[in-house]
């Protein structure tokens, strides 16, 4: 079995926006993100969705043609094929469930 803490996992990652693999379950990839910087640009996966949760922090997300920010305990379902982006300015812990 593996344990640890989200934030402390996520704060001692080297770069903003990279994300690191902390598990699976199924076919589903759990991943860790610190969010900061400059943020990410414009993307869609048209095979799969994911699912966005904010652990810590604060993240200001860009679906299609509107904005939603997202505070601590709150998620996000980005159905497969939506364009999405971060724009500068979203901090903290981002756990993200994906393929």
Known sequence: MKTGALTTIASALPEFWKSVLIGRVGNA???LIKMG????PEESHAEYDELLVVIDGEL???VDDHSVTLKSGEF???PAGTLHSVPSGS???LLLIDK
């Open 91 to 93: 901090y903290g812990t």
């Open 37 to 40: 910087g400059e943020g990410i």
């Open 29 to 31: 990839a759990i991943k």
């Open 60 to 62: 200001v997300l860009r």
């Open 76 to 78: 996000y379902l980005i």
